[in-house]
Every structure is written in structure tokens, then in C-alpha cells.
């Protein structure tokens, strides 16, 4: 089955520091990868998406390359800033038989904590 | 303004008590989802409505009962609740459609405590 796994936290940085959270992926087919992100006290927000094999999404500084040989999905960013604290999820999504897109699946999240 | 709304934010219900969450978005979307988040587990996808026909009920007992009366709003009803039910409830929507990268839009959430 469809599966995500990305690292455990809390991740606790200064601020300017290098991030990267791991994410790799169990999935038949082709599937779309995402980063979705949840500040304190709301909803999930689309951070980056990619949606074959070598894209690479990006989005407020933030990055992650789509890498089909290691099925992972790293998220990184060269300096982060207080405001950057939150809960990073890692999802995918995989196409059904019908072609449709089948539901977000969701990694456990991964609370980041930056420092001034 | 995230393009989808949750009402109300906060909710403390007894476990004897019929509450419901209501969600409505603004994107013109065709489906929508109700999410639950405990602490340290991973987001639940309870109830998938496509085009106001609902598609996907993972498991979810009966004392939680969706109503997607059109394709803007949907509704949580909750009744004889649990402790354990005590979480955060999130509402999303989307746009299907055959085609890669699709997107989730969601609502800040109902933050629900059952006493």
C-alpha cells in the first residue's frame, strides 16, 4: 500500500540555520508529492508540491526535489527564520485505476521550532 | 481568508450532548473532506464527499454522521461522543479532476472536548 514516513521531531534550530526534514514514500505507480505546513492554532497550507520524477518544488524559500531512485522528498532550507516555526507534513497522492487521483496520505508531521 | 470556513473554533460537549461542525468554501471545488488530527498520530481522513455524493467513510463510527447537503458546505454531526473523540477537526476541499497534483484547501480547524 501507499505509505509516507518522514522524520520524527520536535527539530529544534537557530535561527539562519540550515533544515532538512526527511521524507521518503512507499507507492505503487507514479504518485505526486507534497509539503503542507500548520502554523500554530490553524489549518493545513500547501507549501510546495512536484509531480514526477526529478521536478523540484519551491515556495518561501523552501525546497524539495522529487527523487524516484531513493522514493524521498526531502524538505530544505538554506536559512530559516522564527516565523518558519510550525508543523511540517509530508503527503502523496497516487492515481487510481480510473486515473482519478486518489486521497492525500500523510506522513506524521514534524514540529519545527526555531530560535532567535 | 483561507477560501475554506469552520465553525465554530472551539467546541466543549458533554458526552450526552448533539453538537454540529459546519464547513463552507468559496473555491468553487467539488469535493470535500473531513480530517481528524489527534496529537502524536497522524491525520485521519474520516469522510470524502465528490460532487455531493459521499465516496469514502474509513471506518468512522456512527456517532459521527457527515451531510454535504451541496457542494459548498458540509456538516459534522456529532452525537453520544467520547472522550478519545476530543481532537482537531479539519475540513478541506479540492478540485478533482484526472489529472496529477491535485491540491487540498483547508479550514483553521474545530478544536472539540468531550467532558
Known amino acids: 500500500g501507499n505509505s509516507v514516513t518522514q522524520m520524527e521531531g520536535p527539530v529544534t534550530l537557530s535561527e539562519e540555520a540550515f533544515l532538512t526534514i526527511n521524507c521518503t514514500y512507499t507507492a505503487t505507480g507514479y504518485p505526486s508529492l507534497f509539503w503542507y505546513v500548520q502554523y500554530p492554532g490553524e489549518g493545513l497550507q500547501l507549501l510546495l508540491k512536484a509531480t514526477k520524477a526529478d521536478d523540484k518544488g519551491s515556495n518561501k524559500g523552501f525546497e524539495a526535489t522529487y527523487r524516484k531512485e531513493t522514493t524521498s522528498f526531502h524538505l530544505e532550507k538554506g536559512s530559516v527564520q522564527v516565523s518558519d516555526s510550525a508543523v511540517y507534513f509530508c503527503?502523496?497522492?497516487?492515481?487510481?485505476?480510473?486515473?482519478?487521483?486518489?486521497?492525500?496520505?500523510f506522513g506524521k508531521g514534524t514540529k519545527l521550532s526555531v530560535k532567535p | 481568508e483561507t477560501g475554506v470556513t469552520q465553525t465554530p473554533r472551539h467546541l466543549v460537549m458533554g458526552m450526552t450532548n448533539k453538537k454540529s461542525l459546519k464547513c463552507e468554501q468559496h473555491?468553487?471545488?467539488?469535493?470535500m473532506y473531513w480530517y481528524k488530527q489527534s496529537a502524536k498520530k497522524p491525520l485521519e481522513l474520516m469522510f470524502v464527499y465528490n460532487f455531493k455524493e459521499q465516496t469514502e467513510n474509513n471506518s468512522v463510527p456512527s456517532r459521527f454522521s457527515p451531510e454535504c447537503p451541496n457542494s459548498s458546505h458540509l456538516f459534522l454531526h456529532l452525537h453520544t461522543l467520547q472522550p478519545e473523540d476530543s481532537a482537531l477537526y479539519l475540513c478541506?476541499?479540492?478540485?478533482?479532476?484526472?489529472?496529477?497534483?491535485?491540491?487540498?484547501?483547508f479550514g483553521n480547524g474545530t478544536r472539540l472536548t468531550v467532558t
Open positions: 473555491l468553487g471545488h467539488n469535493a
Open positions: 503527503a502523496l497522492t497516487a492515481l487510481n485505476y480510473g486515473g482519478s487521483q486518489g486521497n492525500l496520505i
Open positions: 478541506a476541499s479540492s478540485q478533482v479532476e484526472s489529472k496529477r497534483g491535485m491540491a487540498l484547501h
